[in-house]
């Protein structure tokens, strides 16, 4: 029986695979340690912290994350990200009568908040930072986490030293940067398997937010939750980093907030919202993670309705696993 005919590939196919090769070429001899800036600075977090003033240092330092450190074991214990912060706020929303404990509440017992909610708890992977680049994506891609700390031994000690933490924009800004080869990404879109187009969650600027967070954020397992008018046009957008500038100095009734007087507490800083179309290309994306601080796109149609969300997940999903098994 002769077997079954495959559609040849167009030039502009063999161009976007040969990107991609280019791009993991690149990611497995290159390092984490490369993606560091020459000077920077970390914040770490000893798990006898209360949580309240855990939120308050990294609002006064303008981070959503910091390591966690066991003073007792001198060991890595994990990161801290708005994710132990939402579960927080899901456990007491559970327990209302719980909640005058809230402000005695310490960072070592955020393990046990995971266990009452029933939620699972992210890895707490690592990874050495002169190991490949491409491990610390992988990685990444398996604990579905958004960055990863990076984990050195000090020699003289044996002991763990936590060194930085990358995330997955740093990654792809880093790529951006220095792979000419994303310019070869020219495929629309529209003709990739990257992004979630359908049953994409969604609010106004009416919804409260914590029905925006249990029913979207924790439900969904998403980050980001875009916000409409009446007529489906996109407005702006509630991320979960809003959680940690909401409940500041513990103010967690304004969690009863809409989402529109919530986003007014946002700093003038806010960058808005990144936006594309399914005719854009992943070069052009590229272009733009390299020029600026973007945690995701928002994809409209021609009338600036909602049509998906890009998030840098989804991109650093096709970049490595995309044709991945042609190779040779």
């Known amino acids: 029986m002769p077997g079954r005919n495959l559609a040849p590939q167009s030039a502009l196919d063999r161009e976007q695979i040969d990107g991609l090769r280019a791009i993991r070429a690149f990611l497995k001899v290159r390092t984490s340690y490369d993606v560091l800036p020459l000077s920077y600075r ?13 939120l308050n240092t990294l609002i006064q330092n303008g981070i959503v994350s910091a390591p966690l450190w066991d003073s007792n074991s001198s060991t890595f214990a994990g990161l801290l990200t708005t994710s132990d912060y939402i579960n927080v706020i899901q456990y007491y929303w559970q327990n209302p009568d719980a909640f005058k404990q809230i402000d005695r509440f310490r960072l070592s017992s955020l393990r046990e908040i995971e266990k009452a909610i ?7 992977v690592s990874v050495h930072p002169h190991k490949p680049l491409y491990e610390a994506c992988r990685r990444m891609l398996v604990s579905r986490a958004r960055r990863i700390p990076l984990v050195d031994v000090d020699h003289e000690t044996n002991r763990q030293m936590v060194v930085s933490v990358i995330t997955q924009y740093r990654i792809l800004k880093f790529v951006a940067v220095n792979v000419t080869a994303t310019q070869m990404l020219r495929k629309p879109l529209k003709d990739l398997n990257v992004g979630t187009y359908n049953d994409v969650a969604k609010a106004t600027m009416d919804t409260p937010v914590i029905e925006v967070i249990i029913e979207m954020l924790v439900k969904r397992s998403i980050s980001s939750v875009p916000i409409v008018d009446e007529d489906g046009v996109v407005l702006n957008i509630f991320e979960a980093v809003d959680v940690i500038t909401i409940i500041k100095g513990g103010a967690y009734e304004d969690l009863n907030l809409t989402v529109g007087e919530a986003l007014m507490k946002r700093s003038d800083d806010f960058p808005g919202i990144y936006t594309c179309s399914v005719h854009d290309r992943l070069d052009t994306i590229f272009d733009t993670i390299r020029k600026s601080r973007v945690h995701r796109f928002v994809v409209l149609d021609e009338q600036n309705h909602l049509k998906g969300i890009l998030t840098l997940s989804d991109i650093l999903q096709y970049i490595l696993l995309e044709g991945e098994g042609d190779e040779p």
């Open 118 to 124: 029933g939620v699972l708890p992210l890895e707490t």
């Open 42 to 54: 970390l914040i770490t977090l000893d798990t006898s912290l209360l949580v309240k003033k855990s």
